[in-house]
């Protein structure tokens, strides 16, 4: 089956883009309705169709991508009685950008069996810029031959498609891949509160560590909220974060393997979200940490 009509849930900051590049490459796109109109209205614009259920998107398109928050939205999507398998026609293929729970992946993909439906996940990397630009990296699990069927739907937005493996394998290198860059973040915050109460100048902080062994993206997305009080470099809510996190923790203990630093970013996380930072950008992971040293009220 060749690719024509494509169906997106999920039009926000990572989904507007995806969806916009879709269209610039000449495929059908279909949009969920949602209550945040600018997106759906935007891409309406550029020539897609708004459809009100996630049933008529099943129906009309030949392949449906997710770009929703977590586990417990992409199994409603799926399993509900409104869902994707009860209305998708049989050669659906539904693809999974979410950070999602790799064993909920893997029972999704059977059940989709059943169903002569095709699943399989394909999470993303960085940020709602690369989205816009179409150079998203995704790492990408299931059968080879459907992933080949979907390449020239996900070359639209992606730049680096990885195939990682079975079903279920996208999200695990997903979860593997957030706990480092979201530890990364942690520990830059850490730092950066450390020489903001020691006096460093932070310009000078910044050309050191950026140039040396220490250097990471993440450090260098966050110490421009210490420079120009910018966090729009790491547009990523620090509750989306924080769930990644628990994911993470989930697998391992299910492998099992001991996680102790990720059981550390995790707290951190739930912390700043019991302080209020939930929907803040994982950037203001240093505001938290300034007040908890006396810097900042």
Known sequence: MTIKTVGLIGVGLMGHGIGKNILSKGFKLNVLAHKNRAPVESLMSKGATECKSVAEIAAASDMVI???????QVEAIVL????LLAHGRKGLVIADCSTA???????????????????VDTPMTRTPNEAEAGKLGL????DAAILDMIKPVLECFADLIVH???VGTGHQVKLINNFLSVGHATIAAEAITVAAKAGVDMAALQRVIMGGGAASVMF?????VPLSDDDSHAKFAIRNARKDLRYYTNMTEKLPVASFMAEQVHQTLVMAETMGYGERYVPRLIDVMMKLAGLKK
């Open 101 to 119: 729970e790799p064993d909920s992946t893997q029972r999704l993909a059977a059940e989709a069996a059943k169903h002569g439906i095709h699943f």
């Open 220 to 224: 260098g997305r966050l110490i421009n």
């Open 139 to 142: 790492m990408v699990g299931g």
């Open 164 to 166: 990682t493996g079975e």
């Open 66 to 72: 997710l770009v929703v928050t977590g586990t417990p």
């Open 80 to 83: 509900g009685t409104d869902g």
